[in-house]
């Protein structure tokens, strides 16, 4: 039987790429990805601790989790591409339009 | 044997979601993130969580990375929109900061896990695996959220559309004879159809 921890251990290293990824990236969509990657590490350590308390709770914040990423991933795309339409490019170190 | 499937898993995992952050080319980043989410999924699976997996390539590696790769499409991003990849600097800043994350929440979650241990892990049980028991709890307990999320996705559906829609289509959406009245659709009947490669961004 393989210790919760193992899991826990995963999913913050999972989310420390996610972090790395979403502070070096420069292209938008890669941002995004990074993002999505950090919420399935959440993912990841709610489950695991819905499996050390045997309780379902953790497993219903996922499938939550799960649809508030979608709805999150549709918004924004569409911004992206509302951006690109306005600036010809996502590169968030030219969109800096609303820095200091 | 279960240890094996795990440590294999947990390998994959690991080494896509690097590819995943450190791809100069989107598109194979993407690819990452679908075969980091799969290797999730099994995880979910020896966790007792089978609903869980099926969801996730579903939702997560289905729809989701499949709108990821349509906008890569539309927008025709390849690796030129990011000719310098961040100074330095800021990327082993980065990568330190979360190296030291990493440790905090390693700490965080095996903290936790040590105060709550309560010896080794029973097997899992047949209430925890039910498919019945979670619809019975998500819709009896949940309800309330489960509609709301409802309607958040609804809300994310009608503001995707409006968000991508083409600033011309706004022009044009009170009247009702736009072609007709500027008399110039000679090629293009309808304005909305002109410049396909922007069409269709929403969800």
Do not use: C
């Amino acid at each position: 039987m393989i210790p919760i921890s193992w899991y826990l251990l995963l999913s913050a290293l999972l989310f420390a790429i996610g972090t790395a990824g979403a502070l070096t990236r420069r292209n938008g969509i890669s941002i995004f990805l990074s993002i999505e990657l950090m919420l399935n590490a959440a993912n990841l350590a709610l489950v695991a601790y819905s499996r050390m308390w045997d309780a379902r709770t953790g497993q219903l914040v996922v499938f939550f989790v799960l649809a508030v990423a979608a709805a999150e991933a549709a918004v924004g795309l569409a911004l992206f591409i509302a951006i690109y339409r306005q600036r010809r490019t996502i590169d968030v170190n030219r969109l800096n339009l609303m820095r200091w | 044997m279960e240890t094996a499937i795990f440590l294999l898993f947990a390998f994959l995992a690991v080494a896509s979601s690097l590819v995943v952050v450190a791809h100069k080319n989107p598109v194979y980043s993407t690819m990452g993130l679908v075969l980091t989410l799969s290797a999730v999924a099994v995880l979910f699976v020896l966790l007792g969580a089978p609903f869980l997996a099926v969801l996730q390539i579903l939702i997560y590696a289905g729809a989701i990375v499949v709108l990821f790769l349509f906008v890569l499409m539309l927008l025709n991003i390849t690796r030129e929109e990011m000719p310098q990849s961040g100074q330095p600097v800021q990327r082993w800043t980065a990568i330190l900061g979360a190296a030291i994350f990493f440790g905090l929440v390693g700490t965080l979650l095996w903290r936790v896990y040590h105060a709550a241990n309560r010896g080794p892990l029973a097997p899992l049980s047949e209430q925890l695996v039910s498919l019945k028991a979670l619809a019975g709890e998500l819709f009896a307990e949940y309800l309330l959220p489960f509609e709301i999320v409802g309607l958040l996705l609804l809300v994310a559906v009608i503001a995707a559309t409006v968000l991508a829609r083409r600033p011309e289509d706004a022009e044009n959406a009170g009247t009702a004879v736009g072609p007709v009245l500027t008399g110039t659709a000679t090629t293009e009947p309808d304005p909305s159809g002109q410049n396909p490669d922007f069409g269709g961004g929403g969800r």
